[in-house]
């Protein structure tokens, strides 16, 4: 059998090196399957990532889509089957969550004032009442009170409730 050949394909060799892009920087990183440690490469590649908490660090690629250029993000628990799918320089998008601000945290709100000519008219919350309307028994449309408090007693008060 002369004329007969096998054909064997052979598989990419497994991917050693990524590009992570951060903003407008890109960097070769060598890859990780283990997300940990994907975090640690990007945190050595970019100085800015130094002391951004895991939590806001987010990676996701570029994929056109019907004619479209898209980012998928990738989860945690997605990236070590994303990362064993990978091809040799492909780019991973870096992506840094703004920081979220603990509601316990004790900011105050803006004052609202609203219009009022009878000092006695004049109402703050209290953490047992969060009316913020004027009893019914005010007359007047221009008798109105002021408001002052913090998110934090608001929500005591909503506990309480």
Request: charged share 25%.
């Given at each position: ?29 060598p890859l990780d399957y283990d ?54 320089y492909e780019v991973i998008n ?68």
């Open positions: 059998m002369a004329g007969c050949r096998t054909h064997t394909r052979r598989s990419p060799a497994a991917p050693d090196v990524i590009m992570y892009r951060l903003e407008d920087k890109m960097m070769y990183v997300w940990k440690e994907a975090l640690s490469q990007a945190r050595r590649a970019f100085e800015s990532l130094a002391k951004v908490d895991d939590g806001r660090i987010t990676f996701s690629m570029d994929v056109i889509s019907d004619g479209r250029r898209r980012s998928i993000g990738i989860s945690p628990s997605a990236w070590r089957s994303i990362a064993s799918r990978l091809t040799r870096i992506v840094v969550r703004p920081e979220v601000v603990d509601p316990d945290v004790d900011v105050a709100p803006p004052l609202y004032s609203l219009a009022s000519s009878a000092p006695e008219e004049k109402r703050s919350l209290s953490s047992s009442s969060l009316r913020l309307h004027p009893p019914a028994s005010s007359t007047g449309s221009g008798s109105q009170g002021i408001c002052k408090f913090g998110l934090k007693g608001i929500l005591q008060a909503l506990r309480k409730e």
